[in-house]
């Protein structure tokens, strides 16, 4: 990459590993006010269990609501890790190194954010395994492995298993750079996570096949996790809108638009607190940026797609939703902040190079996104359901009560405070991603001019 | 006599590919010296040899076993209580083959990492001989040799300009 400053390692192991050395007072108290939002989602999840589904807003026809909403926003946004570090891995894209690790990071909490949904979502959680744990609870009765409420949990459990598995194999170098800078029980940790890593030329080999091995098995994984979320609605009977054929790709490819969106509000969030401007560089920010436009145009075109889909079938019930949707109150107001915020806004102001390279812009863009990617989903839950049965008399109307939104708002306070709390124990970026690219960086001199260039093992 | 081992300490990685030539002409075979580094370097860079592995051969088999796994649970339990729901047959090909892909690919995930760390020869329970300023960017040869040949390797690592040799302590590190 053309503006990489020459680093030696020493200064990369102390750059790298200052969120886990250091704690100034801003880190403490951004943490702790994070804490207390998530233990008031936990008062508000523990309220709602005691009291039961009847503080929610949730009502017949309208029983999935603000929770599956949030529940399928979260699994998109698990879908950076995978876009981010496998492809990138995979096509050995040389700006891919300081993005894996935050977006594998991102991937794993959630993913664990996601998986609680449903659990709150359930009303009584320990049902739950009932439903979908492999054993006979009662009467020889094992759970139905042709509803697609156990094809879910087998698949975000895969893909969580899998993700915890890549993240750690790929931080056992790193926290070898822990342990060999760090005393007392930190050492004693570090040196068992470390599991005795010497970074002899057969482990860091091996290292290599396993990040280009484990993203091409997880790629199909991070296929199927957001097809089936999307089979969830699919196989679901009686309620329009949701039985579009191009559900799968249309889901998987909107959650790559919101994961890699919040993949970039992250690493600007995390270069800033942690001055990581060496690493996390503009022309990394412009590349992603770059990869934003294209992937938000293919998830516009699924958009496109299935709305029109929906309109040529010419079925009545169909065709009026879609009028719900965009010229009835309130939704008209949500599809048109969806459609600005989701497409419009921020890729227009992608097109331009001065806000691919402006920090402030490309956080606002992409939290943007990220506001109408949450609410195209919701966009795609309610409506059908408020009109799910035939007769004017049955359809109802869904407005999420003071409960809900405060586990919403929770469950962002409780990603950010992981990821902050991940930042404290292991660094956030590669490390030896990081040395690799100074190794592998050179200058050649063409005609009159030195050219950065970065050498690649084939 | 009980093989030990050697490690030399070098600035940088042209230095310690020099070094090398210097252990292979005191009469080291290839196959008795590894190179320790806080970052990967291109195959070959400091002339070592490298050994095989079968690596791939992990993922094939976790998917097997995954999959065999995956379709005992799905055609166990569904025939251990032959229910009908929804008019589907009992074993719905296309539903079980969501799981059945779902538990190989599981499987081939966890079977890939129990190879990498096997492969890697992890955990390892000494690093004895080691320094931390390899992950500094200082290169490490390691050597390992008889006991009488130990002096001998100490002198070709210092050879090759080694800033320090540490030898085994027989201690965990």
């Known amino acids: 990459m053309q503006e990489r400053v020459k680093l030696s390692d020493a200064q990369i192991n102390r750059d790298l590993l200052r969120s886990i050395f250091e704690t100034p007072k801003w880190y403490l108290?951004?943490?702790?006010?994070?804490?207390?939002?998530?233990?008031?989602?936990?008062?508000?999840?523990?309220?709602?269990?005691?009291?039961?589904?009847?503080?929610?807003?949730?009502?017949?026809?309208?029983?999935?609501?603000?929770?599956?909403t949030n529940f399928v926003f979260w699994i998109g946004i698990s879908h950076a890790g995978v876009m981010l570090s496998a492809i990138l891995r995979l096509v050995q894209a040389e700006w891919r190194r300081p993005a894996t690790r935050a977006a594998e990071v991102l991937t794993v909490f959630s993913l664990m954010t996601a998986m609680m949904m449903p659990l709150i979502h359930a009303g009584r959680p320990w049902r739950v395994f009932y439903w979908v744990f492999p054993y006979d609870w009662a009467r020889g009765v094992y759970p139905n492995v042709r509803s697609a409420l156990v094809w879910d949990p087998a698949a975000v459990f895969t893909y969580l298993t899998s993700s915890i598995l890549f993240v750690y194999i790929a931080l056992v170098p790193d926290i070898a750079v822990a342990r060999d800078r760090s005393t007392g029980w930190r050492h004693v940790l570090y040196s068992v996570l470390a599991l005795g890593w010497r970074g002899s030329v057969r482990q860091w080999k091996l290292q290599i096949i396993a990040g280009i091995l484990l993203s091409a098995i997880i790629l199909p994984i991070f296929v199927s996790v957001h097809s089936i979320v999307s089979w969830d609605f699919g196989m679901a009977m009686s309620v329009e809108g949701w039985h579009s054929t191009v559900f799968a790709p249309y889901f998987v490819i909107g959650a790559v638009h919101s994961g890699v969106s919040a993949v970039v509000t992250v690493m600007l969030i995390l270069r800033?607190?942690?001055?990581?401007?060496?690493?996390?560089?503009?022309?990394?920010?412009?590349?992603?940026?770059?990869?934003?436009?294209?992937?938000a145009t293919a998830w516009f075109y699924f958009f496109l797609l299935e709305f029109f889909f929906g309109l040529y079938s010419l079925e009545g019930p169909e065709i009026a939703l879609r009028e719900m949707q965009v010229f009835q109150e309130p939704w008209k107001w949500l599809f048109i902040v969806f459609l600005f915020t989701g497409y419009i806004i921020p890729v227009s102001m992608w097109m331009f190079r001065s806000v691919r390279r402006s920090i402030g812009l490309m956080i606002f863009t992409t939290v943007l996104v990220n506001i109408g990617m949450w609410l195209e989903r919701f966009i795609i839950i309610v409506p059908g359901l408020a009109r799910k049965q035939s007769f004017s008399f049955t359809w109802g109307g869904y407005t999420p009560s003071p409960v809900e939104i405060v586990i919403i708002g929770a469950t962002f306070a409780m990603v950010s405070m992981l990821v902050l709390l991940f930042a404290k124990v292991f660094p956030l970026i590669p490390i030896g991603d990081a040395k690799e690219g100074m190794v592998l960086a050179d200058e050649i001199t063409i005609g009159k001019v030195k050219v950065p260039a970065v050498m690649r093992e084939e | 006599m009980a093989n030990k081992s050697v490690l030399g300490i070098y600035e940088d990685a042209d230095t310690a590919a020099n070094a090398t030539d210097v252990l292979l002409e005191a009469g080291l075979p290839q196959e008795d010296f590894d190179v320790l580094t806080g970052c990967p370097y291109p195959e070959g860079a400091f002339g070592e040899k490298t050994s095989p592995h079968h690596i791939y051969v992990f993922p094939i088999v976790g998917a097997l076993m995954g999959l065999t796994v995956a379709l005992i649970l799905t055609v166990g339990t569904q025939i251990a209580y032959?229910?009908?729901?929804?008019?589907?047959?009992?074993?719905?090909?296309?539903?079980?083959?969501?799981?059945?892909?779902?538990?190989?690919?599981?499987?081939?995930?966890?079977?890939t990492i129990l190879g990498i760390i096997f492969e890697s020869r992890l955990p390892r329970p000494r690093l004895d001989p080691y320094d931390p300023r390899i992950t500094e960017g200082y290169i490490g040869l390691l050597v390992n040799c008889p006991e009488e040949n130990l002096e001998a390797m100490d002198q070709a690592l210092r050879r090759g300009s080694a800033v320090d040799v540490i030898h085994e302590k027989g201690h965990a590190y």
């Open chain 1, 272 to 295: 800033w607190m942690f001055k990581w401007e060496d690493y996390i560089r503009l022309e990394h920010i412009e590349a992603l940026a770059k990869l934003l436009i294209v992937v």
């Open chain 2, 82 to 111: 032959p229910m009908v729901t929804g008019g589907k047959p009992i074993l719905a090909f296309p539903a079980m083959t969501i799981i059945c892909y779902e538990g190989m690919l599981l499987g081939a995930v966890i079977f």
């Open chain 1, 29 to 68: 108290i951004l943490v702790g006010t994070l804490g207390l939002i998530v233990l008031c989602g936990f008062a508000a999840a523990g309220f709602m269990i005691n009291q039961g589904l009847g503080v929610t807003g949730l009502n017949r026809p309208v029983m999935w609501g603000f929770f599956i």
